[in-house]
Each structure stands twice: as C-alpha cells, then as structure tokens.
C-alpha cells in the first residue's frame, strides 16, 4: 500500500461515520473532484486502499495530496451540498454538464383581452399556460407555423383593444387573423378561438378536428364551399400533424427518460421528453472523458447537475439504471426543488422499460454521431498517432502502422495477419495474409519471425527491382506485435536477419494492455480513457479479427475435403455431379462402371478412376 504521509494517514484515521461531502486535492490546493458519501469514513478510506480502481478513479487517486470533508445531517444535505460545489468548483474530474441552455417555451396568457402566443425562455408562475420545452428555436418555429395554419390568431404587437378601429392588415384578407384590431371580432370570440389553440397544443388534436369538421360541414350546407374548403385544408394540417407525433402508450403524465451510451473513452447521456403521453423532443449531453465508468453512477451525477438548472422538472423520471440507493436519494431532492410528488424509477421489464431503451437507442445514435465529426476524428486518429510516437520516444510521426496477429486451432492451418492503419485511419487494400510454412505445432514466436521474415525479404525484392506500388515496399514506420516481450524479440529479429533496419517497434500483452519496447525491463501502461491506447487496441483487434476470419475460411475448407478431390480426372463439376447422381460417397464408393458412364461429365477414364481408386487406405 501506498505510503500517504504522516499528515494524509492521520485525516484518514480521523475520518467520522457521518454523511458529508469530500474534496480531493492536488499538491496545488486545486480541487479536483467532489463526492458525498453515506459514510464519510468508508467511502474516502476506500480511495487510499490498495485495491482495482476504474481507470478515471486510478488517475484520479494518483494526483491526490490532501482532502477535506464538510458533515452533513442527512444523505438529502450531501445530494445537495455536493451539488453545489461541483457547480462552484468545476472539479477536473466530476462530470460536468457545461451546457447550461434553457430550452424554449409557447406560453399563452388567456387574462389578456386577445391573447397572442408568445415565445419565452423561463417558465414563470405567473397563471399564464406554457408549453414545452421545445428543443431549438426550428422546433418552435415548426409548432407556431402549424398553430397559425389552423387558427386565425393575431401576430402584431399592438395593445388591443384598440382606441379606434384600423384597417386590417393582409393577414385577415388570407384568412390567418380574426383581426381584433378592426374591430371585425369579439374578445369571447377570439378567446373562444384561443381555447381551440390551447387544446391543440396540449395534444387534444380530437376535439380540434371535430370542432374543425363540424365548422366544415355548416359552412358546405349554407353553399360557402371556398370557406368550407380551407377548413378541409386545416383539417389535412391537423391530422398531418398527428401523424408526425410520436404517440405513447402511457399515462399522460409527465415524464423524462434518461439513457448513457459509452464507447470507453466519453458517455453521451440522452434525455427524452414526453408530455401528455406524446414525445415533445429530447437532447443529449457529451460527457468526455466518462467512457469507462459505472453507467449509474454516470446518470446520477448528470441528474444532479441538469435538474439543478432546470426549470422544469417532471412528475417521473425514468432512468436506465442508478447506483443502489441513489433513486430515493434523487428522488426526494427533486420533489423538495419541484415542491410536488416525484418518482424517479429504474424500469426492468414492461412498457417503461421499452421507453428507456428507446432513449437508450438515441443515446449511442448521438455517440456515434458525434465520433464521426471531423475533430474527434482527427483527435482519435492522427492525434492518437502523432501522441502514440511520442509516448514511444520516436522522432518522427509513425504515418503507417502495421499490425500482426497469429491465428491458428491447435497448431493446425497457422495464418498470420497483417493490418495497416495510415493516419490512424485502417487502410484495408493494404491488408496482407501469411500462411505459416516453415513452423509446426502452436509456436508463436517461429510464426512471428517467419512472417516478418517473408514481409521484409518480399520489401527487399521490391526495393532492388524498381518496382512502384509494390505490395510491400512501402515499409512502417511503426510495428505492433500482438504479445509480450519475447514475441517483440523474434519479430525484431527476423528483420535484423534480413540485413534491414527495424523501425519503432512493442508488444502489446492484453492481459493488462502492458505496452513492452524492445529491450525494456518495465512495460508502459496507459490511462484507458487514452486515445492512444484506444488506437492501440482497434490496431491489436483489426489483426485478430482479420487474422481469425482468414484461418476459419482455411479451416471449413479442410473440413469440406472429399475423398473424390484425390480421385485423378475428378473435378470440382464431376463431384458435384456424382454426388447428385448417388447422394453420398457409400453408394458412389458401390457403385458399378456402367451406373457411373450414366452420370453427366463422367467417361470411361474417370469411371474406371472410380472404380478402381484404393477407398479403404484412405
């Protein structure tokens, strides 16, 4: 265990079984990471015992110098506290939601005279009615235009009503305002119009269309069919829009779905709104750096943050999973800050389970999404690289890469790969396949220094004939060898016993991900969040999987050998034929001269093959 200092060990001793929060130190003073604790003497001792750690909790520790503690009464004050000073301190290594947006609302203020629908970014308790949150201004815009081609209502600002009739503006002429400005309307009138919006976007599209429809078939009977025939048009509008909401079925609570995608290096947390039973809209959140942790613990830390900020918080939030515990702990937090009931569940089965991967789908969509941007891709590939060589003490940028891999069942159809990454980038045409010739049985190490042999002699061959765009001579600048140190030995060797200079070559052993350079008493190991050892590791599985793929097509040809292929003047078209002709090498095997001359494509000379062909020493 490691030795702390007399000063850490005592504060560790000391340490009480309360709740509380913790603050980790670096030999600055900085903070660097926040937490609560149940029991403060637990929780912290656990940091500084000698046991596995995830890779961000590893690296975290090592920069550890000194902590301090704030007690608390109950695990609600720790939640909040916590809360608090991650949002006051910006730990390095607390999940730290930076997007503090607030997202859209329609609110509609009925006390008004002519209410109009407004565009706001807060929900106030005011008595007004709001809707939301839309995600985005284009998601607002689409709702309002959809409002405004059912209902006529007004847009302009002007205080209504008005001191003296005006002349309406061209809206009225095309049939998009009931213009109360000239006094053309009544306020019940118009506030009677205001209703039908307010169902409307509350969902209640039913008792629009009839209403609409109802209106529609008056307006037919009284013989005024271009009116009738713009309500039909509205109607076409409505019902469009319907088909475009995505229903649930559910209760018409409210409820936030809360799912985490992680690719072992970042996490993307996706947040799904559904009111009154329908999918409003959703957003996700890209959390660097929390690839690797625990996927609850990932979802409490984001809950904490986001409702923190949030104005508006739902009756139910269903999560994909949670830390043991952190559900109630949650759950009475956000019913203190919402003043109302607050369930926050973990669905296991059922209907509520589906919504939750449904969020969950969406969250590895927007993942995958965000890696194929061109700065992450420029981080996790070129940038991976050019760190990658650096970390190896190379002098130059390792542009080409090249993978090995040995493959093979028992000894048997030995198959070495060869994969290429230039860029970082996997550069499949440059791929190569090796069938281990010289080396018997299970040997690794022979395998190796046959296949770097016959890649560097083919190089020299190349090289000393002129030849361009050979299919080796253009040599690495960087070698990984799928193994430890004496694998990397052999590799190293070949290439020295071909008179050629090695390039910048290691191991990489997987059981701990230990990277050995030649010669190296000691292996390097590298932070699993590392895009460097994420390049290392598709590099190692890009030659596994090439490697395995090549040795099963080898293998499920031995094992579909025939006996008939041995036979002389027997070809691929004769056995196909005897085979259909007989069904099975027995009856081939007793068949007579004259029942094979039968079968398509046999004559007298493959016919007597047959039938004279040694079966019984085969």
């Known amino acids: 265990m490691k030795n702390w200092g007399t000063k850490l060990e005592e504060k560790i001793r000391m340490l009480p079984d309360s709740p509380g929060c913790y603050l980790m130190k670096d030999r600055d003073g900085t903070i660097i990471y926040v937490g609560k604790a149940v029991n403060l003497k637990n929780r912290v001792r656990s940091y500084f015992r000698d046991t596995a750690h995830t890779p961000k909790v590893a690296a975290m520790i090592a920069h550890i110098d000194d902590f301090d503690i704030l007690l608390c009464e109950t695990n609600l004050e720790a939640l909040i506290l916590e809360c608090n000073l991650i949002k006051r301190h910006q730990p390095y290594y607390n999940i730290l939601l930076k997007d ?7 609110k509609v203020d009925m006390r008004q005279p002519f209410p109009r629908l407004e565009l706001c970014r807060r929900m106030e308790n005011d008595g007004s009615k709001y809707f939301g949150p839309y995600i985005g201004a284009s998601a607002v815009r689409q709702v309002m235009e959809a409002v405004r081609d059912v209902f006529p209502l007004r847009t302009c600002r002007q205080a209504l009503p008005p001191k003296a009739p005006k002349r309406p503006c061209v809206n009225y002429d095309i049939g998009r305002c009931m213009a109360p400005c000239a006094g053309l309307c009544t306020e019940e009138q118009y506030r009677d119009m205001m209703r039908g919006v307010v169902r409307f976007l509350s969902g209640d599209y039913d008792s629009v269309l009839d209403s609409l429809k109802q209106e529609m078939n008056e307006a037919a009977a009284a013989m005024r069919y271009e009116k009738a025939a713009r309500i039909r048009d509205k109607i076409r509008d409505v019902e469009g829009m319907m088909e475009r909401q995505i229903a649930m079925r559910t209760d018409r609570s409210e409820q936030d779905l809360i799912a985490v995608s992680q690719d072992g290096l970042d996490a993307m947390i996706q947040i799904l709104y559904i009111r009154g039973g329908r999918m409003i809209g959703g957003d996700h959140f890209a959390l660097p750096r929390e690839g690797g942790e625990d996927p609850g613990e990932v979802i409490a830390a984001f809950m904490t943050q986001y409702y923190e900020s949030s104005g508006l918080i739902p009756r139910n939030v269903l999560c994909q999973q949670l830390p043991e515990g952190a559900a109630e702990q949650l759950e009475s937090w956000l019913r203190q800050k919402k003043g109302s009931a607050v369930t926050v569940a973990t669905p296991q089965r059922g209907e509520k389970h589906e919504l939750v991967l449904l969020a969950e789908k969406n969250a590895c969509d927007a993942l995958e999404k965000r890696n194929a941007r061109a700065t992450i891709r420029e981080e996790r590939t070129v940038g991976a690289a050019e760190n990658l060589g650096k970390i ?227």
């Open 392 to 618: 190896l003490g190379m002098d130059r940028f390792p542009r080409r890469i090249e993978g090995y891999d040995i493959s093979n069942t028992q000894g048997e159809q030995s198959v070495a790969a060869m994969v290429v990454f230039i860029d970082g980038v996997p550069a499949k045409k440059e791929y190569r396949h090796f069938r281990i010739r010289t080396v018997e049985g299970a040997n690794d190490f022979q395998s190796l220094y046959e296949t770097l042999s016959r890649r560097y002699t083919h190089a020299a061959k190349e090289q000393q004939e002129g030849t361009e765009n050979g299919k080796f001579n253009d040599l690495p600048d960087l070698i990984l060898i799928d193994g430890g140190p004496q694998q990397l030995r052999f590799a190293r060797q070949a290439i020295l016993d071909q008179g050629m200079t090695p390039p910048a070559m290691f191991g990489l052993a997987e059981k701990r991900e230990e990277i050995w350079l030649p010669g190296a008493e000691e292996p390097i190991l590298l932070d699993h969040r590392t895009p460097e050892l994420q390049l290392v590791q598709r590099i190692r599985d890009e030659a596994h999987r090439f490697g395995i793929i090549h040795h099963r097509t080898l293998r499920g040809k031995a094992f579909t050998h025939s006996q008939l292929d041995d036979i002389p003047g027997i070809g691929p078209a004769r056995r196909k034929e005897l085979l259909k002709a007989f069904g099975s090498l027995k009856a081939i095997r007793e068949a007579s001269r004259e029942e094979l001359l039968k079968v398509r494509g046999m004559n007298a000379a493959a016919a007597d093959a047959v039938v004279n062909w040694n079966w019984r020493s085969r």
């Open 100 to 106: 503090d947006k607030h997202y859209p609302y329609l």
